[in-house]
Structure formats: structure tokens, C-alpha cells
């Protein structure tokens, strides 16, 4: 059939293309592409289609050419004789118009991913600039009777029979009731030309992934009619909430688009959620019916899959939306809250005393993520630690006040998350006042209120009693206030409506045993409207949407006679931490990610941010045995207590801390030198070597990293090579990394580590021409900025007999791969079954505590003390040493080691299965729990794949998981997680990255 339109095309436009059929509910469409390139859209109309459909379309179109939103529209191409459009016999005979459009760039929004808040965003402003380029626009044809137009939608109302499964049909009942009831505002609105099918289809979004995701234009005004400009934004926004975890947000990012260039009223904000609503019903019922009258039509049930789920699993709070979307727009929250806060305002210092005490002296505690360690385990607030949250001042008769707007980590029940994961979004920051005071203190009412709730919460870590007032002002706006963590016998004394005088005792405060299981206090807080909270009112919320909380729940202060300043936490400005540092460092001390993060709290294998944002920290391997280890914190404490002095006096420490390691190695290492990091442990073994040697010359592999001092970096390619650096040593002799994935000896040569370890033999021999002596080789024993390299079993031993037979030492730097990290293996070296001269511990031995360590013969260490003293201040110090030992041993005590293992199998496996699912995983390779994805653009050329390594990168972080990238191209995902990480952590990291790879595809 397309043949006939093909001839269609060429006789009526002199074009011609091969077409390809595009989907659509009654005319036929094709994408004609030339042989040069070239890209229309070919509409051929449903027979009989009246004439005055498409010339409203191209009159649209002629219309929006002359508009701001010109380049979102295709231009309309002119037949041959210069026609918008000419009527064809189709291959039955049929009369059909045909009309020729240019193609718009760009793939469909629901073929796009990420559907992130920016491209939202985009689309709201896209439609905001559609619509009001369209309130200008008049054709006969936008009135008529049309089933799409949401002020017709109540056809489907008789049509709801259809729709056999109970549950189904009184969601269905209920969305036509609600809409019933908007009817009258929205006849009230004044009504313009719409596009009016504004759904995921009809939406171009710009195809070039790693740049901002934005929209490139609107297609198919077939739809279009006459309506309230809010139909067009709500018709769009049934489709956008589909595809979203977080519909309230889409909706506000959507809103917030439309309201910057076309901007809406409050009334119009309050239609939006019925009429998304109802347009998900007409398509629901409509396809219904379609599918009833032709079962073999894929296209009725397209959207309709979704559109139930959205329906059925719906959990949007309608009051909240519409509280979260007023405050998007700049509006206020009721129509009272204006009143309100001017009575608050007026009335601070008048109301009654909620207790008897003088809160204006009352000292502030603070439970911030930032100034507080309760919990000690952000993820599991003890018993015993909410019965004390104020710590010694709970066991006084003190009164003191917990802070507005903190964030706080305390809030760790299941209820708080919002997703599977520990690193899931989470509700932080407190809403109300905090008044601790002694179990029993009387609370009256800061104003006239009457009951509305009282209740007893009793379940653990919940409020125990609790009421809620409602109170009037002079001009009858009301406003509702809190007290939460009472003595519940209030249940048996308190009845709701009851009318509570100004200054009247009404609760008690409840003791641990009846308050949740907390330390005394009233939790106090304030609501301008209960729409949508009901009597469950959050006390606690979610950082990211603090914008319409604080507004709903604005600061209590007034109403305890306090300025708001006294009790509004201000947690440290990250942009102004940002800028000192800008200002005070230079810039080669980079920070990860564009919008980088500020963490002031960790624990185990995660972090939190300033408002206790949760990260799963796959990246650090410095924290060896987890963030805020408590074993460390308490060693370090004690020993500081006690003394920390150097090396020349003697403590036991030093020396377990030695045994301890030297239990760990091969015999014949048995010398230890203590420093301060793997740079200072390079650093020494170089001298080392040199010393033993006399020589001075060193081979290594390219790409390598050893550390940032002076011979540090002459040792590291990494720095030495990259740009702007100091370029290569005479001294110093690179060989190919052992890599046979890219390297020049591949996994299919069985030879390859001697290959690899042959390419030494060049080195010594150019090192040789210069009369250079050869001092050693040293190399990272799994090269890590290299590319997570696992060099294939056998090289080292083939490099380590050549440079022996040459006269030199052998360096291993276990910085990155030692201590348990390779699950299999304490060391990496172990893995190509050699025995060093010389081994060099850092990062991971102090646990962030600076410690490097070198290990070496007796004889080495005998040709290096025949020069001056050796003496490093800090290194070998008695906390060094006590933290240092203790890291061992919680390595052997909680079987990190073991669990690096299990873990790393775990991940690796999983990262093997997206492998087989994403061609863009060229090679996954790692032991235990140090692993490297490489990233490529093309599994044949191998080609890196830098851009989308980055990408990849920053989505992780913004689903809260941190890794890094490495390799000389920068393509290779780096996963090195502190040896907790746990199966929940692992899965969370293979599903997200499945979610984005699948993305990219
Ligand atoms: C393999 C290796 N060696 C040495 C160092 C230097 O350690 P430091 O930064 O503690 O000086 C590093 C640091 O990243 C490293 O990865």
C-alpha cells in the first residue's frame, strides 16, 4: 500500500522517498526519508476526513510560524502547484487528503530516558509558550464536538458500565464525581485554541544524550479544540506522571515551566489534578470501547496498561499537590495564610505560656546531621538513645528547645524511606518545635482552640499522645496547632470540640513509657491547613521538598512568644563552603561532580550530606572497615587521652601494631618503616632501594600512580604524562601495562604474562644505553587509575625474575589491593605468586587515619641504616600504630576479608549479567571488592566510551551511589566500596546501573 503513496508523493510534491509507516488511531502516516536525508511526515487522512480538519491544522501551523514557539512546529511543505494540501484517490478508490510535513528533530518523549526533572521542566515551558501563542489563534474548526475536549469529557459518565472490574469502576466513578464538581470553575474560565493532545508521543525531545535534556517540538494538531489553557497543561501531565517514581514532583517541575512563561492562576492550579484525572479516564474508557469493538487493534490499548496502573497504585495526596504547586507558583498556601501570619506576627509576645517557663532563656540542642552523633547508627535509632536524645540534660529539670527546619538523623523507622534502599530518599528535617522538659509538665494552650484530634500513637518511636487545636482568628481564618509526645491519658479527659481556653492546662507532658519511647518533650508544631494532612501530619520532611512544607508548616515560634531566629536551624551554606574554598585553595585540589557534595556524617558504607541525604558509598576504599568505625573512634579517643609521641621512646604499641602486620606476609619480610601515606611509603622504598642498590634506575609500568611527592610523581606516569606535567625521568623506564583487554597481548594468548613481563627485558636494556644501574621495578599489583587492571597470573613473577637477574628490587604497592580488599587474598601479590623486596601499605591501614607503611628484608633495611638516621615525626606514632592495629584486626574480627569476597562475587556476577544485556559494558574485571567496568562505544573497536563513563557517573550520584571513573581514558567505572558493603548494597548498585544503561539504549 505505502508503494501507492510513495507515487502520491512523487507526483504531488516531486519528492521522493522510501516511507515508513508511523503509528496512529485514524490516518495513516509515514516518515519519507530521502536517499540525501531528508525526513517528512507523509499524512494521509482517514477517508471521508473533512477538509476543514487539516486546513485547521495548517492554519495552526502558518500561525505558529509567525510565534515565538515557531521552531516546536513543522512547517508545512506546498504541493507542486503550491497547495497546503490536495485530495488523492487511495488504492480502493477512497477519497483521501493527503498533506506533507517537515520532520522535527528528535526522538519521542516516551522513548526518551532519563524523563528527568530538567526535561520536565522544558516541556512545561515548551507548552506554556504553545499556549499562549495559541490564545491568538481563531478557526472555525476548534469548534465542534469533539470526545478529547476535557469540557466534553462527561460522555464517558453513562459509558462507565464498560468497565467490568468493581475496583476499576469506582475509580472511575470517583474521578468523573470530582470532575463533576470542578465543572462550574472551569466553564468560568476564559477558553482558547489548544493543541490539546499534548501525550508522550506528540512530544520530541533532543537526541543528544549527553547534553541537557530538552524539547525540540510538538507534533500532531489533530486533536486541537477549544478549552481552558489548564486543559492542555493537565492533558500533557496525564502522560508525564506515568513514567515517574515521583509524580507530585514531575507535576511541579511540569507547573513550575508553564507558570515562567505563561504564568497561571490559583484557580487554574486547582483544576489541574481533577482534569489530569479525567483525561486518564477518557482514555481508559475510550480505548475500552475500542478494544471491544476491534480486539486485534494493538494501537486502542497502547497507552491503556499504564494508565490503569497510575490509576490503581495512585498515592498523590490531592491537598498536598495543590499545596506544593501554589508554592511553585509563588502563591500563598491558603487564601488564609496571609491573615494568619500578620495575627502571629501581631500576637508574638501575648500568647499564653504553652509551660511555665521562660523559653526565652531556654538553651537550643541541637540533633543536627552536623552537630550531633545520635544515632550513633544513622540507620537505627536505639532504644536507649531516644530515651536520651538531649544526653545529660535530660536527666536535669532543665527545660531546653530542639530546633525548626533541622535536619536530623534520629528519624530511622521504616516509614521515613522512600524507596527499597538504605540510600533511598529519606524524611530528615524537622517541622515543629522541640520542648524538652521534665515528664509531667503541664501544657496549656497558647490560644482559644477546640479539639479536633486526640489520639495515643502508642506504637515505639511514634508521638504516644498526641492533640491537635484548631483555632480561629478575628477575621475567621483558621490555623491548627500540634502537641505531640504527651501523657495519653489526655484520651480520657479530652473530647473532640471541646473548646480549650488561652492559657488553660489541657495535656501533660508523657514519660518514655508513654511517649513513643523518647525523652520528655512536646513536639509543637503549626499548620495553616490540615488539606491533605488530615491528622497524620508529618513531623518530619523530606529535604528536597522543604518549599511547601515550611509553608504549610511554617515556624511555631510566635505562638511560644520566641523570635523565629531563636529556634531556625541554619545549617552550613554549601555554596558558601564552595566559595572558601575557591577562595582559600588552589585549583588543582578538584572536587567531584559539577554540583559537588558535602558530607558531614558516615557510617559503615554510607554517607550523609547536610541535610542527611543518604549516599551508598561504593567508591572509598580509604575507609576500609566502614565510616565511623566505632572501634576506631574509641582507640583513637583513648589513646588521646593518654599520650601520642614518635618513635624514639619505646610503646608496646608500635610494636603489636608490626607483629600484626608482619603476621600477614611472607617470611623474609620482617622490617617495618611507619609513615604517613602511600606517597611517603613510595617515597622511602625508592630510597630504600637505592641504598640497597647504589642504582638509581626504575622501571614501572605506564599509566601508574604512586604518589604526589617530588619521587612520587618521577615515578607516575599518571602525573608525569598528563598535561602540564614534568614528562619522564631519565631514571625512570616505562613498560605497557599487563592489560589483556586492551593491551597488545590478549586473553586468547595463553602466553600473555610473559609477553607482558618480556617487555622488561627493553626497559633494562634502554636504561643499560644511558648508564643508568638499575635500582628496581615497581608497580601498583593490580594497576588502579591505570583501569582496575588484573594482570594475568604469571607476570609478575616472569618481571620479578628479570629485574632480580638485573640487580634490582622488587616493589609492590598494595596501597589500593591490600588488607582482605581482594577477598581471595590478603595481598595482591600473593595472586601472582611472588614475594616482594619491598611492600607499601597506605590508605586503607589507618582507616582515614594517615598511615603508610613500607615492609622490607632485614638485609634491605641493614644497607638503608648505614645512612643517617631515619626519623618521620608522625609516622610510628602511638595513635598511628593503636588505629593501625585495630583496622587489622577488625578486618579478622568481622570477616571483611570474607566478605569482600562474597560480596565481590555477588557484584561482579551481576555486573557479568547487565554485560550480556548492555553492549556498552566492553569488559567487567576485578577481584573482591576491587572491580572496573569499562565502559565502550562499540564491543568490536572497543572503543572508550569517556562521555558515557561521566554520564554514568553523575546519574549514579544523582540515585545517591557514588563511584568513580579511571583509565588512561577516563571510560572505566571504578567500584572499590569499603569491605561492609552488604547484598541490599550490591543489588541497589546492579539495579540502578541496569536503569541507567537502559536509558542510554
Ligand atoms: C596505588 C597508590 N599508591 C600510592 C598512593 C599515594 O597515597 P597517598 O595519597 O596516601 O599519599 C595512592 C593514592 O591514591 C595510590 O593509589
Not at 544526653?391 to 533541622?406: I, N, R, W
Not at 589483556?740 to 633494562?764: H, L
Request: glycine share 8%; net charge negative; with cysteine.
Amino acid at each position: 500500500m505505502s508503494e501507492h503513496w510513495k507515487s502520491a508523493l512523487e507526483s504531488h510534491w516531486a519528492i521522493e522517498a522510501a516511507l515508513h509507516p508511523l503509528a496512529g488511531e485514524y490516518d495513516l502516516n509515514f516518515l519519507a526519508k530521502t536517499a540525501e536525508g531528508e525526513g517528512y511526515i507523509l499524512k494521509v487522512m482517514r477517508t471521508n476526513c473533512a477538509r476543514n480538519l487539516v486546513d485547521l491544522q495548517v492554519s495552526a501551523l502558518a500561525h505558529m510560524a509567525d510565534q515565538p514557539a515557531a521552531s516546536l512546529f513543522p512547517d508545512v511543505l506546498l504541493t507542486k502547484k503550491g497547495l497546503p494540501f490536495v485530495c488523492v484517490e487511495g488504492p480502493e478508490g477512497e477519497a483521501r487528503l493527503l498533506w506533507l510535513l517537515q520532520q522535527l528533530p528528535g526522538r519521542s518523549y516516551a522513548q526518551s530516558f532519563p524523563k528527568t526533572p530538567d526535561l520536565v521542566f522544558d516541556l512545561g515551558r515548551t507548552i506554556g509558550i504553545t499556549d499562549s501563542a495559541l490564545e491568538s489563534f481563531q478557526h472555525a474548526g476548534i469548534d465542534r464536538d469533539f470526545k478529547w475536549n476535557l469540557m466534553q469529557s462527561l460522555w464517558i459518565k453513562p459509558e462507565l458500565a464498560i468497565v467490568a472490574d468493581p475496583i476499576r469502576r469506582s475509580i472511575l466513578d470517583k474521578i468523573v464525581m470530582d470532575f463533576t464538581s470542578i465543572v462550574p470553575l472551569l466553564e468560568s474560565l476564559p477558553q482558547q485554541a489548544l493543541h490539546n493532545d499534548i501525550n508522550d508521543y506528540n512530544i520530541l525531545v533532543a537526541d543528544d544524550f549527553f547534553a541537557p535534556r530538552r524539547i525540540t517540538g510538538l507534533i500532531d494538531l489533530g486533536d486541537m479544540c477549544r478549552a481552558p489553557r489548564i486543559c492542555d497543561l493537565a492533558i500533557a501531565a496525564a502522560y508525564v506522571v506515568l513514567y515517574q517514581t515521583d509524580p507530585e514532583a514531575t507535576l511541579e517541575a511540569l507547573v513550575l515551566g508553564y507558570h515562567t512563561v505563561n504564568p497561571l492562576q490559583p484557580e487554574e492550579l486547582d483544576l489541574l489534578w481533577p482534569l489530569l484525572q479525567m483525561r486518564l479516564a477518557v482514555s481508559v474508557v475510550n480505548s475500552t470501547k475500542m478494544a471491544q469493538a476491534d480486539p486485534d487493534d494493538p494501537y486502542v490499548v497502547i497507552s491503556q496498561a499504564p494508565a490503569w496502573q497510575f490509576l490503581e497504585q495512585n498515592t498523590v495526596h490531592a491537598g498536598l499537590l495543590l499545596a506544593r504547586l501554589r508554592v511553585a507558583c509563588g502563591f500563598p498556601i491558603t487564601s488564609s495564610a496571609e491573615a494568619v501570619h500578620a495575627y502571629l506576627k501581631k500576637m508574638r509576645g501575648h500568647f499564653a505560656p504553652v509551660i511555665a517557663a521562660n523559653l526565652s532563656v531556654a538553651p537550643m540542642w541541637s540533633l543536627s546531621v552536623e552537630q550531633s552523633c545520635v544515632p550513633v547508627d544513622p540507620f537505627e535509632l536505639s532504644s536507649s538513645e531516644a530515651a536520651q536524645v538531649v544526653g545529660a540534660l535530660a536527666s536535669e529539670d532543665a527545660v531546653c528547645l530542639g530546633y525548626y527546619k533541622e535536619p536530623r538523623l534520629i528519624y530511622t523507622a521504616p516509614a521515613f524511606y522512600k524507596g527499597p534502599w538504605k540510600a533511598s530518599d529519606r524524611r530528615t528535617v524537622h517541622l515543629g518545635i522541640d520542648v524538652f522538659a521534665p515528664q509531667g509538665t503541664d501544657i496549656s494552650a497558647p490560644m482559644t482552640g477546640r479539639v479536633h484530634v486526640v489520639e495515643n500513637r502508642s506504637t515505639s518511636l511514634d508521638y504516644g499522645g498526641i492533640i491537635i487545636l484548631l483555632h480561629e482568628i478575628p477575621d475567621g481564618a483558621c490555623f491548627y496547632t500540634f502537641y505531640g509526645h504527651l501523657d495519653p491519658s489526655v484520651c480520657e479527659t479530652l473530647f473532640i470540640g471541646q473548646i480549650i481556653q488561652a492559657g488553660e492546662v489541657f495535656c501533660r507532658l508523657g514519660g518514655a513509657t508513654q511517649n513513643g519511647g523518647w525523652t520528655p518533650h512536646l513536639h509543637f508544631q503549626l499548620a495553616l491547613t490540615t488539606k491533605g494532612l488530615g491528622k497524620d501530619w508529618p513531623g518530619v520532611a523530606n529535604a528536597d521538598e522543604l518549599g511547601f512544607w515550611t509553608q504549610i508548616c511554617p515556624n511555631p515560634a510566635a505562638l511560644l512568644n520566641l523570635p523565629d531566629e531563636k529556634v531556625t536551624y541554619v545549617p552550613t551554606d554549601k555554596a558558601q563552603v564552595l566559595a572558601d574554598r575557591q577562595a582559600y585553595f588552589g585549583a588543582n585540589l578538584t572536587l567531584s561532580y559539577a554540583d559537588p557534595v558535602m558530607f558531614l556524617r558516615g557510617w559503615k558504607h554510607h554517607l550523609f550530606d547536610e541535610w542527611g541525604r543518604p549516599y551508598l558509598d561504593a567508591y572509598n576504599n580509604v575507609p576500609h572497615v566502614g565510616h565511623a568505625h566505632p572501634r576506631i573512634q574509641s582507640v583513637a579517643a583513648d589513646q588521646l587521652q593518654r599520650l601520642n609521641s614518635n618513635t624514639r621512646y619505646l610503646h608496646p604499641a608500635r610494636t603489636a601494631f608490626a607483629k600484626k602486620i608482619l603476621s600477614k606476609l611472607p617470611t623474609g619480610l620482617e622490617v617495618c618503616f611507619f609513615v604517613n601515606s602511600g606517597s611517603e611509603a613510595n617515597e622511602l622504598a625508592l630510597r630504600l632501594a637505592r641504598a640497597h642498590t647504589t642504582g638509581k634506575g626504575m622501571i614501572t609500568p605506564d599509566h601508574g600512580y604512586f604518589g604526589n611527592t617530588t619521587g612520587a610523581v618521577e615515578i607516575s606516569a599518571y602525573k608525569f604524562n598528563a598535561p602540564g606535567g614534568i614528562g619522564q625521568s631519565d631514571w625512570v623506564e616505562l613498560v605497557d601495562v599487563a592489560d589483556d583487554y586492551r593491551g597488545q597481548f590478549g586473553r586468547d594468548d595463553p602466553d600473555r604474562a610473559q609477553k607482558f613481563a618480556d617487555t622488561v627485558d627493553q626497559a633494562i636494556e634502554r636504561l643499560g644505553a644511558k648508564d643508568i644501574p638499575l635500582a628496581g621495578f615497581i608497580a601498583e599489583t593490580f594497576p588502579s587509575v591505570g583501569g582496575q587492571i588484573i594482570p594475568p597470573q604469571g607476570y609478575l613473577r616472569g618481571v620479578y625474575a628479570k629485574i632480580r637477574a638485573a640487580g634490582g628490587l622488587c616493589i609492590a604497592d598494595e596501597v589500593q589491593t591490600g588488607l582482605g580488599r581482594l577477598g581471595d587474598y590478603y595481598f595482591g601479590f600473593e595472586y601472582q605468586d611472588v614475594v616482594p623486596d619491598m611492600v607499601v601499605l597506605g590508605k586503607p591501614l589507618g582507616n582515614g587515619h594517615p598511615i603508610g607503611a613500607v615492609i622490607t628484608t632485614r638485609e634491605i633495611a641493614d644497607s638503608f641504616a648505614k645512612g643517617p638516621e631515619y626519623f618521620s615525626t608522625f609516622g610510628g606514632s602511638v595513635l598511628s600504630c593503636r588505629i593501625g592495629k585495630e583496622v587489622l584486626d577488625i578486618v579478622d574480627d568481622e570477616g571483611l576479608q570474607q566478605n569482600a569476597h562474597r560480596m565481590g562475587n555477588r557484584l561482579l556476577s551481576g555486573l557479568r549479567r547487565l554485560q550480556t544485556k548492555h553492549a556498552a559494558i566492553g569488559d567487567v574485571r576485578g577481584m573482591g571488592l576491587f572491580i572496573g567496568v569499562d565502559l565502550v562505544t562499540n564491543p568490536g573497536s572497543k572503543g572508550e566510551a569517556t562521555d558515557l563513563a561521566r554520564y554514568v557517573k553523575n546519574r549514579m550520584r544523582a540515585h545517591r551511589i557514588l563511584l568513580g571513573s579511571e583509565g588512561p581514558k577516563d571510560n572505566i567505572l571504578k567500584i572499590r566500596p569499603p569491605l561492609t558493603i552488604t547484598r541490599d548494597d550490591v543489588d541497589m548498585i546492579l539495579t540502578i546501573l541496569d536503569q541507567i544503561l537502559t536509558e542510554v539504549n
